[in-house]
């Protein structure tokens, strides 16, 4: 059974989420202890309106499911006292209304702004922690997976998400509603990641030609600074920024405020500009700015509590009716054993030319059915998950579950290597297509293409990629055939533009004497363990596809000590 613990904006202020919140450590302790014979899978959704724990519980059983909710809990608050407060606080969901909850969230119909552009990416993120924590499994894979997918439609099919669909934006927007004219306006944004950087490039768009963006990485502040034509400001002259400033928006992931009070009211004098009227907006949860700062004459502060969001005339659409479930009871019944539960009606698929997106302004009635069309789809969608897992809940026995190695839960490509009829061809992306990820280019940008082979935490970060951002229907390890030649001895080497060379190539007899045999327990190691990582992070999702050089092909880069086209000195 599927279960939710809830903390979010519309039962609990700032102040109380921050409560609640979970700093990477404890979650990262919070997966560690979370499973227990029944708790199989957990994954925590955590966001500046939001932190939302779901698990999957091996059990319908009613006493169970409480039990479970109590000991989950305590594992978030890490005592029994604090772990009862969660729960009078917290809104619990089980069963269909939790998966279709997490659905609502994906769409942006639960988000504070209406249409939230930053979800999708903070469910991403959310699953994906969660996967390399060993917490979630294949249930809460396809739940997030029905959750993406129908999020993504709702984007692109309907004008749900048009216009100011973020906090960041929407702090922006405030701020220009108060000032009426932004371009004299010398604006301070602390935080440059996406909320910082919705915010800066709003301001930009609203006509303020004076942002200054600081960061702790200086070259992201950098960068950001660049796009909206601003400058970017050393993280140890924050007060001293926000103090020259008219308006300050703070959006970091710190745990504690970067913005105190007593340094402010410092910089505030030494730079003459006590008593001016001072904008302060704090978008975090932990809150990063001093709720004292207002002590001082000249400063309002507004947190997310107060933040105005006049995003949509019908708020209603924060509460739009379920719709009749044309869908099986919840939880719903078992497959037989491998007999897996298939859709094979196909989508309807709009006419050539034609997509199926509403006008650019569309009314909200029309918003809300479009939204609420793709939910209907999605609920389905969801139903058939649930089959799934109760299936792969019903086949794994707990105690085994650690040694047991489970069955793909897409077993799409292992169907078509036993030739059985496919709904349609497996696709995986191989590693040369990997740079078409701007996650992969960012790890490439920090290291060299061997040392990512030789670092089992990158090889299987790049691994898992196309698995978690594309969805594709299995994982090939990232590594390259070249690394057993240099396991016997040869020295490899990489330059750009070039490709992988031997300088010493294989050339007499007396080059073989050289090399050495393998132990690939000793000189490949780092690759075994990248095998051991990418599996235990998969936990069965996908099946994980190796691969290994041809002894001719080895042989033939050992002795030309580069690719060529026609590999003359080896024939």
């Known amino acids: ?217 200086f070259e992201n502040a950098q960068s950001l600074a660049g796009m909206v034509g601003g400058r970017a400001a050393a993280w140890d002259t924050l007060h001293v920024e926000a103090a020259m400033a008219d308006v300050v928006i703070v959006a970091t992931g710190s745990e504690v405020p970067v913005v105190e009070a007593a340094a402010l009211r410092r910089a505030r004098e030494a730079c003459a500009t006590s008593g001016y009227a001072l904008l302060m907006m704090d978008l975090s949860v932990p809150r990063n700015i001093d709720p004292a700062v207002t002590d001082e004459m000249g400063i309002t502060l507004i947190d997310l509590d107060t933040l105005h969001q006049p995003l949509v005339s019908a708020e209603g659409l924060h509460r739009i009716p379920a719709a009749p479930a044309r869908t099986e009871p919840w939880p719903p019944r078992r497959h037989p054993p491998h007999r897996w539960p298939t859709n094979r009606q196909p989508p309807r698929q709009p006419a050539r030319g034609k997509r199926r997106r509403s006008p650019p302004h569309s009314s909200s009635a029309d918003v809300t059915q479009s939204a609420m069309r793709l939910l209907r789809a999605a609920r389905r969608r969801c139903t058939f998950a649930t089959r799934v897992a109760r299936f792969a809940a019903a086949r794994d026995h707990p105690d085994s579950r650690e040694s047991a190695t489970p069955l793909a839960m897409n077993d799409l490509l292992l169907r078509a290597l036993r030739r059985e009829p496919v709904e349609r061809p497996p696709v995986w992306m191989m590693r040369q297509a990997g740079r078409y990820l701007a996650e992969y280019r960012a790890v490439r940008a920090k290291s060299d293409f061997l040392t990512m082979c030789r670092t089992p935490e990158l090889a299987t970060e790049v691994t898992l990629q196309p698995i978690d951002l594309v969805g594709v229907d299995a994982a090939i390890i990232f590594s390259d055939i070249l690394v057993i030649p240099e396991a016997m001895g040869m020295h490899l080497t990489l330059d750009e533009g070039v490709g992988p060379q031997f300088p010493s190539p294989i050339r007499s007899v007396s080059d073989l004497d050289r090399l050495n045999p393998v132990v690939p327990q000793d000189q490949l190691g780092y690759m075994l363990e990248a095998l051991r990582m990418t599996k235990r992070a998969l936990n069965g999702r996908v099946p994980l596809i190796g691969f290994a050089g041809a002894p001719w092909t080895l042989a033939a880069y050992m002795v030309e000590g580069k690719g060529t086209k026609q590999f003359a000195v080896a024939k």
């Not at 604090?82 to 659905?103: C, I, K, N, P, S």
């Not at 997918?149 to 048009?162: M, Y």
């Not at 220009?176 to 909320?195: M, P, Y």
């Open 1 to 217: 059974m599927l279960i939710s613990i809830a903390i979010d904006f519309r039962h609990a202020d700032v102040a109380t989420r921050e409560r609640f919140h979970l700093s990477e450590e404890r979650l990262t302790q919070l997966y560690r202890t979370a499973r227990t014979e029944v708790i199989t899978e957990s994954a925590l959704i955590s966001t500046c309106n939001r932190t939302e724990l779901y698990a999957w519980v091996d059990s319908d059983d009613p006493q169970v499911i409480e039990r479970s909710v109590q000991v989950l809990a305590r594992r978030w608050m890490r005592t029994r006292s604090e772990g009862d407060q969660l729960l009078t606080t917290a809104t619990r969901r089980v069963g269909r209304d939790a998966a279709e909850h997490v659905v609502r969230i994906a769409s942006g119909l639960e988000s504070q702004v209406l249409g939230d552009g930053q979800i999708l990416g903070q469910l991403k993120a959310a699953y994906k922690r969660a996967s390399r924590g060993q917490a979630a499994g294949p249930v809460l894979h396809r739940l997030f997976e029905t959750a993406l997918r129908a999020g993504k439609r709702v984007q692109t099919e309907t004008s749900l998400t048009a216009g100011r669909n973020s906090v960041g934006a929407e702090a922006a927007i405030t701020a220009s509603q108060r000032f009426g004219n932004l371009e004299n306006a010398r604006c301070v944004v602390i935080g440059a990641g996406k909320t910082g950087a919705r915010a800066s490039k709003q301001l930009h768009k609203l006509g303020a030609r004076d942002i200054v963006v600081v960061n702790r990485t």
